[in-house]
């Protein structure tokens, strides 16, 4: 693999050029444990599936501007209301 066609990695396993997985957060993160699972895109515009210790098991939508949607929140409640 050529390393000028993939971009440099800071953390994660890099999966293809956008594709990243199992980025843990950085260690200058002192108010939140986790990381992100699956990210997808360049780091200006991305969607990332992410977990940490406070906003759980969320989806990241970096667009135009940052968009967080609690998905295990909403899957929990919906698991709940239909059991």
């Known amino acids: ?11 994660g396993i890099q999966i293809a ?7 843990p957060n950085s ?15 360049s780091k200006a515009r991305n969607i990332r599936f992410d ?3 406070s ?7 970096d667009f135009a501007k940052n968009i967080h949607v609690p ?5 929990s409640g919906l698991y709940g209301g239909l059991k």
Do not use: A, C, D, W
């Not at 693999?1 to 953390?11: A, E, G, I, L, W």
């Not at 260690?27 to 895109?41: A, C, F, Q, R, V």
């Open 51 to 53: 977990v940490g210790s």
């Open 17 to 23: 050029k956008y594709v990243k997985i199992l980025s």
């Open 1 to 11: 693999m050529n390393h000028r066609t993939v971009p440099r990695v800071q953390s």
């Open 27 to 41: 260690l200058k993160n002192t108010y939140e444990n986790g990381g992100t699972l699956l990210k997808i895109g």
């Open 55 to 61: 906003n759980l098991f969320h989806l990241n939508i």
């Open 71 to 75: 998905l295990g929140t909403i899957g």
